[in-house]
């Protein structure tokens, strides 16, 4: 079947330098991307989750609570000791 598309320029340029240098027919890499984003039906891509990487009890004590930021400061910037 045939149909009309208006696709953005920059995006047409960039599929048709891949449709050359792959060998593949722009309208081959038009359905692929169409079968890509139909198996997918909610249209979201997996949700990245941090992994946990907290320390300490949290709740226990704040240990930083008592630093002032030019401790906290020179603690990050490398300068300990100057508290």
């Known amino acids: ?6 696709i953005q320029d920059v995006l047409l340029l960039r599929a048709k330098r891949l449709s050359k ?5 722009l309208r ?4 692929e991307g169409l ?6 039906p909610s249209g979201a891509a997996k949700k990245y989750v941090l992994r946990d990487c907290r320390v ?5 004590p ?5 630093w002032s930021w030019q401790d906290l400061r020179d603690e990050i910037y490398g300068e300990p000791g100057r508290r």
């Not at 079947?1 to 208006?6: G, I, N, Q, V």
């Not at 081959?28 to 359905?31: G, Q, R």
């Not at 079968?35 to 997918?40: D, G, T, Y």
């Not at 300490?56 to 226990?60: L, S």
């Open 56 to 60: 300490g009890d949290p709740a226990g």
């Open 21 to 25: 240098r792959t060998g593949k027919p």
């Open 1 to 6: 079947m045939k149909t009309t598309l208006d």
């Open 28 to 31: 081959a890499l038009v359905e």
């Open 35 to 40: 079968q890509h984003v139909l198996s997918n």
């Open 62 to 66: 704040n240990p930083l609570e008592s």
